[in-house]
């Protein structure tokens, strides 16, 4: 059997394999757009679940808008199509003829949406006005990679519209800590929120909130955003409504998303040098059983042993599938499910049906058990919640060890690279010092609130803030 | 309040209105593109569900391909191109670059998914490879119409893989058999399944069994299709296997899809003067409970009274909202909610309370109940059941007097506009008689098995098998 790169000298080699090893993802004949495998979009669905019923519970509705926009649309917003211009990818032909005007296949859809509400808001009686769409976006990258950044991808984009700044600012917050749970109660990936540096900040945006990981060689992920984009796109679609004093206002906007590039996050943060680990509460498969036959004994009353465990643990809610492909040895199966991540594996031999017992083994190295039948549902449910605190704690202490403190560029630029690790600092709130990471192929991933240090990084001047630099993907 | 034009004299016109007022979908700046509103979306979000877990139940792996297809895969079936080639949408610029070979969007994606399955097919081990993808795809289309035919839809298409004939053509059959369920049980729809004629057929198919419906008007809605690909694509796309006899074989291919097109189906078939009749199975709301406020009574006690209900009928899984817009009427709610669609109706006033009773109206004229709070639960789950049989039996028996049976098209051409009817007869097989429909505007919507009449419709010849003729959508 094939292995991995060395996950420790090589993680960028280990992640490009592994994510096609255990068949998340193949390579398409698109330039940087991925062919996401059934394992891969399982994973998908799961957090599109969790998220949907969120973002459902949190007062918004789902519709649809469309994929392809208006070249004239995107220009709107000065900074906007600035910042979107040179990934777009553009419909110049349809139906056999050239289009009077060009249509861009969305990089994001505030422009359409936009306008969409400029015809629904009429009256503060209209608002809030709270909108998601799950949605494919296309944005032309030049350099790809499954996952983190690819040409198209798949995401929700929530769009909001509220009477007052304070309000669109709430919906901001909310929705930044709902990405949070799911990060850290699903994903099991620690998280860091802050706010991105005008330089950082989407294109059009009044600010930007941020959830960030950091993973295993110290690069930050972004993982989502959440924009407060306050009125200068309501003023853009001339989107106005009588308010409360019967005066016309302008609505405060705002927007987030978060893709599929937390699947990205989530095979960094857990996984090791046999392949995924994936936490129990996201992944599509948490128990896969694993009948051992033996010849010279009756394969039947194991194979019904592990069916009726099975049923027994999908009663209880539990992901469940049993592996009984003939012609393959139990090394190789339990080689197959390692590196597909599955948190949990029960073998059952003929051994173990005379002892009424299973073997229990966690992939995260908790150590082989044996359990009565009787109580093996219990087990297996505790189980899978101990794996999922453990995981989750793993990262946490991980990311906790790789986070410095400095106040001097100069100390710990070069060491970004090297170490594995990223540092909190403060900052003047400059550009000038801002553009001196680039040496360091560093960046602000984040303004923290607070302040450690009294002198900016660079300039020495007095500083405003907190930020978090890194690397980053 | 405004009035839609009469469901009967203007059945087009009625349409067009009642989609917009019932708000499932809005215009779009994008010539033929649908914005679809929340609640329209909420009835694709309950078609999806429905169908996506039939489609788990019988086999199938949902996985995700690329929006963005070389132009040159589309000319590898040289069918297939000649069929889609003048409905493509073409990206010629990405990246503000002019790209070397450009990317059409996605019409269909039988030549990128079968480019994948030629790299993962290697055995007869690796067969049935059986996937389906949720997706929008492109086509420009000249005349377009809200859900009946628009330039982007959703849909979701199955693509499956099988090492005989047979085998495949069981799935063809299969998924038919699927979609028939999803039509009839839960959007009461009812549908003729048959054969497309060879003009019909999907571009490159061997076989296209199709499910038509006949909305009030006689004509027919092509509601999904379920295709025997067979070894076609298999060979254009060297899509090879090693079988059980150890030699090169080619597989035998399906493909099958449905779309946002259902939606349409369900509006027309069921809708009535005063807007949609939605049925319970897909309804994304079930119920509305309107408490009604009298001056000089304690509204609290309503509201508390409402909020009760609402929480007993959802722990019995019904869908419900309650309507306690303040400054509204009780007619202008009512009115509201039958243009929705919404199965149920219940009214609290401050005499229902008094008496322990709540009025129950339904949607499709069964009448006004008063019914004791204590009972409500139980009778509301049976009401909707009830409303879900009359609502199916309705369609049904309306579709049975519109199919009428004619040997003679020079009888029955005429008829097809006039009367809102459809007919069956017998057809000998060629292409000529096929076209003769045209001077009708009428087409052959399906291939049935057996032969009602010795003799062809137009040539007077042998006829080999039956068929529906109807004007279509």
Redesign the interface.
């Given at each position: 059997m094939k292995k991995l790169p060395d996950i420790k000298q090589d993680f960028s080699g280990w992640y490009n394999e592994v994510i096609y090893d255990a068949e998340l993802v193949?390579q398409?004949?698109?330039k940087g757009?991925?062919?996401?495998?059934?394992y891969g979009?399982?994973i998908?669905?799961r957090i599109v679940s969790v998220l949907d019923e969120r973002i459902k519970a949190t007062g918004h509705?789902?519709?649809?808008?469309?994929?392809?926009?208006?070249e004239s649309?995107l220009k709107r917003e000065a900074q906007h199509v600035a910042g979107f211009?040179?990934?777009?990818?553009?419909?110049?032909?349809?139906?056999?003829k050239e289009l009077e005007e060009?249509?861009v296949?969305r990089p994001t859809s505030e422009t359409?949406i936009h306008?969409?509400f400029s015809?629904?808001i009429r009256s503060w009686r209209d608002l809030p006005l709270k909108?998601n769409q799950w949605a494919?976006v296309?944005r032309?990258?030049?350099r790809t990679r499954p996952f983190l950044r690819t040409?198209?991808f798949?995401w929700q984009e929530g769009h909001t519209a509220h009477e007052t700044r304070d309000e669109a600012d709430q919906e901001v917050q909310t929705m930044l800590q709902e990405y949070v749970k799911l990060a850290q109660n699903y994903l099991a990936v620690p998280v860091i929120t802050g706010t991105k540096t005008d330089h950082e900040k989407f294109p059009g945006a009044e600010k930007t909130m941020t959830f960030e990981a950091f993973m295993p060689d110290g690069k930050a992920l972004q993982m989502g955003t959440s924009h407060l984009l306050s009125q200068s796109f309501a003023h853009a679609f001339e989107m106005k409504f009588q308010d409360r004093q019967e005066q016309q206002s302008y609505p405060y906007l705002t927007s987030w998303g978060t893709t599929t590039r937390l699947i990205g996050a989530l095979v960094m943060t857990h996984g090791d040098q046999k392949g995924l680990v994936l936490p129990p509460n996201i992944a599509p498969i948490q128990v896969v059983i694993i009948p051992i036959f033996k010849s010279g004994t009756d394969s039947s009353v194991i194979i019904a042993a592990a069916h009726s465990l099975q049923k027994n643990l999908q009663k209880e809610g539990v992901r469940v599938c049993i592996d009984d492909e003939e012609g393959k040895t139990p090394g190789s199966k339990f080689f197959k499910w390692e590196l597909k991540g599955v948190p949990v594996r029960i073998e059952l031999g003929p051994k173990d049906i005379e002892n009424n017992q299973a073997v229990v083994v966690d992939r995260i190295g908790l150590g082989k058990r044996f359990i009565p039948l009787s109580d093996i549902v219990a087990e297996v449910a505790t189980l899978l919640n101990t794996i999922q605190t453990i995981m989750f704690k793993n990262a946490q202490e991980r990311t906790h060890q790789m986070r410095h403190k400095s106040d001097n560029l100069v100390e710990f630029g070069s060491l970004l690279e090297e170490l594995g690790v990223f540092y909190q600092t403060s900052w003047c709130g400059n550009a000038e010092c801002e553009t001196e990471l680039k040496n360091y192929k560093a960046s602000i991933r984040c303004i923290l609130e607070g302040r450690t240090f009294e002198t900016c990084f660079h300039c020495k001047q007095a500083s405003k803030s907190d930020v978090l630099v890194a690397r980053s993907y």
């Open positions: 193949d398409s004949p698109v757009c991925m062919v996401i495998r059934p979009y399982a998908w669905e509705s789902n519709a649809s808008f469309p994929l392809l926009i208006p649309f211009a040179p990934e777009l990818a553009v419909v110049t032909h349809a139906g056999g060009p249509l296949i359409i306008h969409m015809r629904w909108i494919n296309v032309w990258e030049m040409t198209e798949f």
